[in-house]
């Protein structure tokens, strides 16, 4: 008798973790296929979660939705998983010049920050507390779902080939399926069904640091984002390169994040690791979901880029609803917007 599963998910980060988490809770069949290696992105990323986006302070994009399914979703998944990875921490964005705290000060009267954040003063221009962010251990949260999942046999840590897949019948290898679902991150460019979708990905290089002296209870931000993992050990980053897509860190950022950690840490510190991860990340900055034109039963979930910690517990809920007929996606979301 052949294999049958109602879902086969392709890709285990934290978009194919998080809806393959949702489905099985659901009580239905699905597999999740992938290699961990693979994983670049999110086996390495710092997790920040920071709903004050980019040099103009803004509100990140659906930001009241998002931050009211993350704080849910996180701690009911700790609780079954009994391991701790969502960290509540307060953020200080420190402005260096009276730009950036002219640029805040422009837009502080506006009611969609309340509640986000507030203005403080310091010797300096000042720096914005940010009340809602924190940071995901996206290690241990990777770690956690795939030993319950490979306890459950639900995840075959293989490498998926295209070729293989046939969508008429509905088979992969000799396994029976009623949907397929790509969470492929990069690895998108080489499915033959979306690669013609914009994804651009993006490189990007953190460093971990041991530092005695530097207060461990607030994430800091000015230039480059200072978190603190436990013990003394802290995550500077990010950088962004389209162009090196290699896995190797490089010489030219690791100077370009020391330069910018000076302004925060004026203590001594040892570089204990430099890393590398790609993110894939979509030209208008919104993720990639929907259903093929052709093939009914294919679907995409992908291009959360820097966001995914942020986006991925509300989004693989829509993404779910909308697999299984009972909701729609968020245009903005729809990959219909590309063709």
Not at 256 to 265: A, G, M, N, P, Q
């Amino acid at each position: 008798m052949s294999e049958y599963t109602d879902f086969l998910i392709v890709g285990g980060g934290i978009s194919g973790l998080s809806l393959h988490w949702r489905l099985r809770s659901m009580g239905l069949k699905s597999i999740l296929m992938d290699l961990p290696e693979q994983n670049r992105s999110t086996s390495i990323a710092a997790g920040l979660i920071n709903p004050i986006a980019g040099k103009y302070y803004s509100l990140a994009w659906r930001a009241d939705e998002f931050f009211k399914e993350l704080e849910r979703f996180y701690p009911i998944l700790e609780k079954e998983l009994n391991t701790q990875f969502f960290h509540r921490m307060p953020i200080e964005r420190i402005f260096r010049t009276a730009g950036e705290q002219n640029q805040w000060l422009s837009k502080a009267h506006l009611p969609k920050y309340d509640g986000y954040c507030s203005f403080e003063k310091n010797e300096g221009y000042g720096k914005l507390i940010v009340h809602k962010g924190g940071w995901l251990n996206t290690s241990v949260f990777s770690s956690a779902l795939q030993n319950r999942f490979r306890d459950e046999k639900t995840l075959r840590q293989v490498h998926f080939e295209h070729a293989k897949l046939d969508p008429d019948k509905r088979v992969y290898d000799g396994l029976n399926y009623g949907s397929v679902v790509f969470c492929e991150g990069k690895d998108m460019l080489g499915n033959p069904w979306f690669n013609e979708l914009p994804l651009t990905p993006n490189k990007g290089e953190i460093m971990d640091i041991y530092c005695r002296d530097l207060e461990q209870e607030t994430i800091r931000i000015s230039g480059v984002f200072v978190l603190p993992l436990g013990d003394h050990l802290f995550r500077v980053g990010a950088t962004y390169d389209h162009h090196d897509l290699s896995l190797e860190p490089t010489k030219e950022k690791k100077e370009e994040l020391l330069s910018r950690l000076r302004f925060i840490c004026s203590h001594p510190f040892k570089i204990m690791e430099h890393k590398v991860g790609i993110r894939p990340a979509v030209k208008d900055r919104r993720p990639l979901m929907g259903r093929h034109a052709e093939f009914t039963s294919m679907y995409i979930f992908n291009g959360l880029g820097s966001k995914g910690v942020s986006m991925s517990p509300l989004l693989s809920l829509e993404m779910m609803n909308y697999i299984r007929g009972i909701g729609s996606l968020h245009p903005d979301c729809n990959m219909n917007r590309f063709l």
